[in-house]
């Protein structure tokens, strides 16, 4: 899409949106538990920039290493034809390192925080895959069921709009952890609970995506999953055992 002379593309609209959203609405969780908002812009700010590094490079070590070799440039470009994907594992680690050196510089709990950023973390994801569905990227398998959706961009065949079926599970997702916010009985909770419900969500729409790489029956997204859903429960527990004994 194009205003006058300036393209505005549609994956980096919804990005901003979801961080504008996300500064609003994390800011006022702040405020009320006794914060400055202004931790807000700088803590999603520091993760967008991790989090998108972070996705790029772990897309280019599992799919792309040996083009990478051959023309890094290339591969790292942000505009054009090198903007081929993201992966959420290596978004999620990248977002996390400034969080948690952030925390630790300001002496802030990182439990506590993440508890309040998790529900936008869900609501973000839900707001940026609508922009894989209107840039045409992260689309599922060929099919011939009537919800088969063409991507002009990638062939003529009707495949899964994968990319709504995550907006709509994440909306769902944040709703059940904002719902849960307010009544959580231990730090950590409400993000835990939110790496499991990704775990969950993102094995069930593995099967209707278009997968490069598979391990068996699995998708290599769906093994990953696997592991993030055993420690995401793993300490699930650990965190409610801790809060038990009165740690």
Same mark, same amino acid.
């Given at each position: ?82 903007? @081929? ?73 009707? @495949? ?88």
């Amino acid at each position: 899409m194009a205003v006058g002379t300036i393209k505005i593309f549609s994956w980096g609209f919804m990005l901003a949106l979801a961080v504008l959203i996300a500064i609003i609405g994390i800011g006022r969780c702040l405020e009320r538990e006794g914060f400055k908002r202004e931790i807000a812009a700088d803590l999603i700010l520091l993760c967008v920039v991790g989090g998108v590094l972070g996705g790029r490079i772990a897309y280019i070590i599992t799919y792309e290493w040996i083009d990478f070799i051959r023309n890094p440039l290339a591969v790292l470009s942000l505009h054009g034809e090198g903007i @081929r994907g993201l992966v959420w594992y290596g978004s999620l680690a990248g977002g996390l390192l400034p969080f948690v050196v952030y925390l630790r510089r300001k002496e802030l709990s990182f439990w506590a925080m993440a508890d309040i950023f998790a529900p936008f973390l869900a609501l973000g994801y839900a707001i940026v895959r609508i922009g894989c569905f209107l840039n045409g990227c992260c689309y599922g398998a060929i099919t011939s069921s009537k919800w088969g959706v063409v991507f002009p961009a990638v062939d003529g065949f009707y @495949r899964y709009p994968t990319q709504l079926y995550s907006s709509a599970l994440n909306l769902v997702l944040f709703a059940i952890l904002f719902w849960l916010y307010p009544r959580r009985r231990f730090n950590g909770q409400v993000f835990t609970v939110y790496i499991i419900g990704y775990a969950l969500y993102r094995f069930i729409v593995e099967f209707f995506r278009d997968s490069l790489i598979m391990i068996g029956v699995l998708s290599l997204g769906q093994v990953y999953t696997l592991i993030l859903l055993l420690l995401g429960i793993a300490l699930y527990y650990y965190l409610q055992a801790r809060y038990k004994k009165g740690l």
